[in-house]
């Protein structure tokens, strides 16, 4: 006998106004909202409810099984992104994510090898420096400028120059800002319109670069989609600059992040560095399980369903949130803890495919995962045997925008 579909059970209005009197981050909401209902929970900011989703099988069921029926609605980056593969729906992302899908696996990615290892070299050279000289320097920035030099060479064939760094600065703070922003559209791009300015001419500076440069023997991403405008008309000027801002934001912000992320967890637990330092993927794994790449991964129902048992109506929006199934006891057990060995061969990770996923799942998980997962381990086979960064103070919290960011500067020594 088939049990009939029950109604999402949904968090308590008391609740929700508590959140808000304490003006308390998302995260915290759906924290409460996890802890008091379960892996499916509801809770009402207006009218409708939205679903929390955290068990790993209703994770597993909305991205992995049924995308079509959980669609990606306008994108919060989309006044920085435009229409690239991040942002774009229905055909026209099938078509942007078949083009870059094949420069990011398998054989794809071999050709990316000389410039990861030329951006990490050059980071480590640095760090040899600050390490002779005793010089203070600030880590999130270290990892923001090798994310940011790896992915411009693998975009441009070019390492990054002192102007571009300086110009793509304005992705940072658009991208710091953007919670802050405007909810109507137009208004939110006039509060950025500078920053937006700026990006604008170096993507085109870097387009009109790379089409000049037909007989260049590594041109990177860029050539590809300049190729791909002799094919494909929709392949304008302003679709390519999406596509490369695209590329520059999931490419540089989330890898920085993870590195700064480890370093400062490394930082507290000294003993995990004597024991991984020779694995460093072991390190960045458990990095991305406390604090994943993509923190949060909304979706909209667009047709009825049935998930974990329970009624979805068509209209409702639903929120994965990758960051607090990371953090569930019930499947990581003492989930605060920074523990790489749960990632080596005699590791304890959990089974199911829904309980780890740091870079989404299914057919929109982030393209860009493997070249991700090579640069990190990169630049670490280089840094860690340099030794640990002496932190002259750490932040004290996250802030919680496109990635989960430290909320402070990390000045530091290495001796």
């Known amino acids: 006998m ?159 120059d002192d102007h571009t760094d300086r110009e793509l600065r304005a992705v940072e703070r658009v991208v710091a800002v953007m919670p802050t922003l405007p909810s109507n559209a137009a208004d939110a791009r006039d509060a950025v319109a500078g920053e937006l300015a700026r990006i604008d001419a170096v993507a085109q500076a870097a387009i009109d670069t790379a089409r000049a440069a037909v007989d260049t023997e590594e041109p990177g991403v860029l050539r590809v989609l300049l190729d791909a405008a002799d094919r494909h008309p929709e392949y304008t000027d302003r679709l390519i600059r999406d596509e490369l801002v695209t590329l520059l934001v999931a490419g540089h912000e989330t890898t920085a992040t993870t590195l700064t992320w480890l370093y400062l967890l490394l930082d507290r637990n000294p003993a995990a560095h004597r024991a991984h330092r020779d694995d460093p993927q072991a390190l960045v794994s458990e990095t991305l399980r406390l604090y994943p790449s993509a923190w949060l991964l909304p979706r909209h129902a667009v047709e009825d369903d049935v998930l974990a048992g329970h009624r979805i109506a068509a209209g409702t929006d639903v929120l994965v949130c990758p960051f607090l199934t990371h953090r569930d006891p019930a499947l990581w057990p003492d989930p605060e803890r920074f523990d790489p060995a749960r990632f080596t061969a005699a590791g304890t990770r959990p089974g199911p495919l829904g309980a780890y996923l740091p870079f989404g799942l299914g057919a929109r998980a982030c393209l860009g995962t493997q070249f991700a997962l090579r640069e990190t381990t990169a630049l670490l086979e280089l840094l860690l045997p340099l030794g640990l960064p002496t932190f002259h103070s750490i932040p004290t919290g996250a802030s919680y925008s496109i990635t989960v960011r430290p909320d402070g500067p990390t000045p530091a020594v290495l001796r």
Do not use: C, N
């Not at 955290?54 to 919060?76: C, F, I, M, N, W």
């Not at 992104?81 to 942002?87: N, Q």
């Open 2 to 160: 088939t049990t009939a579909p029950r109604p999402v059970p949904e968090l308590a209005p008391e609740a929700v106004e508590e959140w808000r009197a304490e003006e308390a981050e998302l995260v915290d909401l759906l924290a409460r909202a996890r802890h008091r209902v379960g892996g499916v929970a509801a809770f009402r900011l207006g009218p409708t409810p939205t679903v929390l989703v955290t068990d790993p099988a209703a994770v597993q069921h909305v991205l992995g099984r049924h995308p079509e029926r959980y669609v990606k609605r306008s994108h919060r980056a989309r006044m920085l992104v435009g229409d690239g593969v991040l942002s774009a729906t229905g055909d026209a992302w099938k078509r942007q994510r078949r083009l870059l899908q094949s420069q990011f696996t398998g054989t794809g990615m071999r050709r990316y090898e000389r410039r990861i290892a030329a951006a990490a070299r050059r980071t480590a050279d640095r760090w040899e420096g600050y390490r002779r000289s005793g010089a203070t320097f600030d880590l999130a920035e270290e990892m923001r400028g090798f994310a940011l030099d790896t992915v411009w060479r693998a975009l441009t064939g070019l390492p990054l």
